[in-house]
């Protein structure tokens, strides 16, 4: 867990399902390695939405990785964050969508180094899950100034997030 060392308020949610999550992800090959076709999901993601950033994120126990990308620094990016950086380990522990119009309005949020770092302001993830319903990352979006997602970001972002969430599936059944 991470706290504000001034509030004592709760910046990294809690992860209990982190070992779990980790051995799942490694079964199916993934968090570790850049997927052409994540790539290319967050590729879309970002044209869709009209944002910079884009990515699937899949999260182990003690760190994030984007196995699909899409950022201005293009597809040499770093590809790996601390878990408690971001917004996605939210989405993980709550088990569902975020939407942040912008971040700044959150104090969770806003003293995230993301926001300063990559010029953060608007967020918008939904979770990505296997079998058995349990949650390995997020489908999600980033914009440098604020907005409003609104239902059609939302459904988007969870469309999404139902893709790649079916394409986990097949995995787990040993289909193509």
Not at 42 to 68: D, K, M
Not at 124 to 131: D, F, I, K, S, W
Request: glycine share 14%.
């Amino acid at each position: 867990m991470t706290y504000d060392p001034i509030g004592r308020m709760l910046i990294t949610p809690e992860d209990r399902e982190g070992p779990e999550r980790a051995r799942r992800l490694r079964g199916l090959g993934l968090g570790d390695r850049p997927e052409p076709a994540f790539d290319a999901l967050a590729g879309r993601l970002a044209r869709l939405a009209g944002t910079p950033y884009a990515a699937v994120n899949f999260l182990g126990e003690e760190g994030q990785f984007f196995a699909g990308l899409y950022t201005p620094a293009g597809p040499n990016a770093v590809r790996g964050l601390a878990r408690s950086l971001g917004f996605c380990p939210h989405v993980v522990a709550r088990r569902k969508a975020l939407v942040l119009e912008d971040v700044r309005d959150f104090p969770r949020f806003a003293a995230n180094r993301l926001v300063d770092e990559a010029g953060i302001r608007s967020y918008l993830g939904a979770p990505v899950t296997a079998g058995g319903g349990m949650v390995l990352g997020t489908v999600c979006a980033g914009d440098t100034e604020p907005r409003r997602w609104g239902r059609a970001g939302l459904d988007m972002v969870k469309s999404l997030a139902a893709e790649v969430t079916a394409d986990l599936h097949r995995r787990e059944d040993g289909l193509p």
